[in-house]
């Protein structure tokens, strides 16, 4: 087998860079050039074919905004962020805290801020209400992370985030809660449900191309960091769905998959358990272990 680089075009491609090009845009850039120089001679691509996959992301930046993020989800359609995700995570050598997953394109800054007992559901549109909670602690000591903030989110019983679904209130099924002095936090949300990612731009096409289905395996999403604490961010899947083996966005870890437990007496007692039309049927006891800040 030859190697790209043995091509002169290629060498002569990898050969150009200027004496001033920072160190580590010039490793990922050359090793980009070699990758795609190989993809294009292994498969013959076309000047056509070309033309096609650039289209692809051309009307994939042209969808992305603040509510959609369709080049990520292109990213995810071809496992890309979730290989990034495992390698961040071993680089990172955080093997005591809390196993990472991918962010994903409906992570929102701006969710509403609640206090601890209360619900994220604003509209209830079905599913199984539970009783979420847990405690934040520093992943090498095991003591409290008092004042860590968590932003939770996840989809409605439709299978639509808030941005997506002009009929949920701005902020729906998504907030940030903070733990208390014990590392405590509790919550009330839906028993997360399979849904599909949206499959109508470039990435729905690379899905229909591989022959997969667009449902993600059902997930909560968490953001959980403190000021002495680095960011968190990671899913959690519960262990009786049917998606676990065929996510179509390649997320799922084996220590990220959890049971959910019929509800304990306490889990009626939150401020959000009122009001809920369907009654607590659930509740999960889960501890995020999160790691200090690099002094
Ligand atoms: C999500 O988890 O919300 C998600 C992740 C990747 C692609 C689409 C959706
Ligand atoms: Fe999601």
């Given amino acids: 087998m030859s190697y790209p680089e043995d091509e002169p075009f290629t060498a002569s491609v990898l050969a150009s860079f200027g004496p001033a090009a920072p160190v580590r845009a010039k490793e990922i850039l050359t090793s980009l050039i ?5 993809v294009c001679r292994e498969v013959n ?3 056509e074919e070309l033309y096609v996959g650039l289209d692809a992301l051309n009307r994939a930046g042209r969808m992305s905004d603040a509510k959609r993020n369709e080049t990520l989800l292109v990213s995810d359609c071809l496992g890309v962020e979730a290989l990034v995700d495992e390698i961040t995570h071993k680089i990172l050598a955080e093997q005591t805290s809390t196993n990472t997953c991918i962010l994903g394109p409906f992570y929102r800054a ?12 604003q509209k209830y549109l079905g599913g199984e209400v539970t009783w979420y909670h847990g405690r934040i602690l520093d992943a090498d000591s095991g003591k409290p992370v008092a004042g860590a903030e968590l932003n939770v989110w996840e989809c409605a019983a439709n299978g639509l985030y808030d941005q997506q679904d002009p009929s ?3 902020g729906n099924m998504r907030g940030i809660f903070h733990a208390d002095e014990d590392g405590r936090y ?3 949300c839906i028993k997360p449900i399979p849904y599909p990612v ?3 731009g470039p990435a729905g096409d690379i899905l229909k191309l591989m022959d997969r289905s667009p449902f993600r395996a059902a997930h909560i999403h968490f953001m959980v960091e403190s000021e002495t604490h680095r960011r968190l961010v990671t899913q959690v899947f519960p262990s009786d769905d049917a998606y676990l083996n ?4 390649y997320a799922v870890k084996n220590d990220l998959i959890i049971r959910f437990e019929p509800p304990t007496p306490e889990a009626m007692k939150g401020r959000g358990a009122r009001g809920t039309e369907s009654g607590v049927q659930w509740e999960v006891n889960y501890d995020f272990r999160i790691k200090k800040r690099p002094t």
């Fill in 45 to 47: 691509l076309t000047t």
């Fill in 198 to 200: 949206p499959y109508d």
């Fill in 186 to 188: 509790d919550f009330y």
């Fill in 34 to 38: 070699r990758h795609l120089h190989a």
């Fill in 110 to 121: 701006d969710a509403p801020r609640y206090e601890n007992g209360d619900s994220i559901i």
């Fill in 168 to 170: 949920q209130p701005d």
């Fill in 246 to 249: 065929r996510d179509s966005v």
